[in-house]
């Protein structure tokens, strides 16, 4: 074999080698982002009894509350004081369909209205900060578990990866010479992506 076929072979011979490892690593990348729905070790899905047992277990109060949306049952579970991540929330929002874990909504908000120069508006617009730092958080964290979201706006942001997951963060201001009012909270959204399948 001549000098000119032996570096023909070797390039070819790196060509392959080359094609199988982007094969192999393939299925790792594409792969690699997490199935939306799972923290406290519960999942969207769960059934109403087992996500009981599970929060129960971790020693979280459960208050039972009721909902007049006709799209979940009318009991929810509310979790005061819900850690996410490095993130503290007001509370948790449970929400079942057929007694089938459907929705989770992390949330904080606040607000008032009244005279403009109440103190309140000083608490108010301090967790409009804290909230959007929240929101800045959670994106950046989701963003590096679950990739690139399908929706990006500047106060919204949405993923789906078998389930769907937002962040949402709001503030909204009224403002004249004898009234003020200002609402602002952000929200974490969970959402079994289909409710009538068994499987999360």
């Known amino acids: 074999m001549n000098e000119k076929t032996?570096?023909?072979?070797?390039?070819?011979?790196?060509?392959?080698?080359?094609i199988i490892v982007i094969i192999t690593l393939t299925p790792s990348v594409t792969f690699s982002q997490s199935r939306i729905g799972a923290f406290y070790g519960i999942k969207l899905g769960m059934s109403k009894y087992d996500?009981?047992?599970?929060?129960?277990?971790?020693?979280?109060?459960?208050?039972?509350?009721?909902?007049?949306?006709?799209?979940?049952?009318?009991?929810f579970y509310l979790i005061k004081k819900a850690q996410l991540g490095d993130a503290m929330f007001d509370e948790l929002k449970l929400f079942f369909s057929n007694s089938k874990l459907v929705q989770a909504n992390f949330v904080c908000s606040d607000g008032g209205g009244g005279s403009p120069s109440a103190p309140v508006y000083n608490r108010i617009e301090s967790n409009a900060k804290k909230y959007?730092?929240?929101?800045?958080?959670?994106?950046?964290?989701f963003m590096e578990k679950y990739g690139t979201p399908i929706m990006d706006e500047e106060n919204e942001v949405i993923w789906r990866s078998g389930n769907q997951l937002s962040i949402k963060y709001e503030y909204n201001s009224e403002d004249s010479e004898m009234w003020k009012s200002i609402n602002t909270m952000v929200l974490v959204v969970y959402k079994l992506s289909n409710v009538g399948s068994a499987n999360y």
């Open 6 to 18: 032996k570096l023909f072979s070797n390039d070819v011979l790196k060509s392959i080698l080359l």
């Open 51 to 75: 996500v009981k047992s599970k929060l129960e277990s971790q020693g979280k109060s459960i208050v039972k509350k009721t909902t007049s949306s006709s799209s979940f049952d009318s009991e």
């Open 132 to 141: 959007k730092r929240i929101f800045n958080l959670m994106k950046a964290s």
